[in-house]
């Protein structure tokens, strides 16, 4: 048998994320809360925010704070790392930080957001569930509540539409222990028969048809869903496979159309087909 020894700071973090993921009780609030730990002095302009962590008032020794300001405008894209800083992590939550940034980097036009880790060695325990918006765009440009979740975002340097692909994947493969419901509806006075697949929750996660589109063939549509929105939606017709897929701002991150991508009419009628297919099923559920 093989013993991996892992340094004291990644097992401490680590028993620190086991014990407060198996306490479901929350945490007795003090009638003095402590303040936030004060943020490092950053000179010129700077984002800044109190991170906080539900359940949590203190973190184990050698952790380190990570923090970036990317730009999230090409949302297909992996974001652009415009500022960043490493420090240790103070011991006291919720901590109060600042990010200093140069001005002459950021563009009006463009989106933005801030991402916050909490890394031990090179694990990340806690972090951002996604950029928060900051500084264009109607955003705020500091005093942000900012609350981290266990693990973060995915890993940096896989693409969205990496993820989404194979989340997607993953999807297709488990939906045999989802429940199945049955229904069909008209396309063009023919009537078309569709299947999906329900959560316990009642969340819609899949459905899937078969059109024939006469001259044009066969199509198979699969169609996946997050939040009762459309999120990726799979077209393979004469051996062609389509996937588009969208984040949770709506915002279109993977077009494929074999070697090219589909144009934004065909990514609106794709849309359009898995709306319609949820309000159907969902009056089935």
Known sequence: MKFIVLPLTVAAALALVACNNQSNAPAAVSSTQAPAA??????????????????????????????????VTDAANLPVVVAESTQPASAALPLKVALGYDPAKIDASHHYGLQVMLQAETLVLYGTDRPIPVLTQGAPKGELAVSLVRGGQPAADVPPA???????EKLVAGIGALRRIQGERLEDDIAVGWDAFVEDSGQIRMAREQVDYGDAGSAQFRYAYKGGKPWVVERVQKGVTTLVGWNEAGDLILNEKGSSEADEADVARLSARAESLYGQAAARR
Request: net charge negative; aromatic share 2%.
């Open 38 to 71: 004060a943020a490092p002095a950053v000179t010129g302009p700077a984002i800044t925010a109190k991170v906080s962590i539900d359940q949590l008032a203190t973190l184990p020794p050698g952790l380190s704070l990570i923090m970036r300001l990317v730009d």
């Open 162 to 168: 990496e993820v989404a692909k194979g989340e997607f």
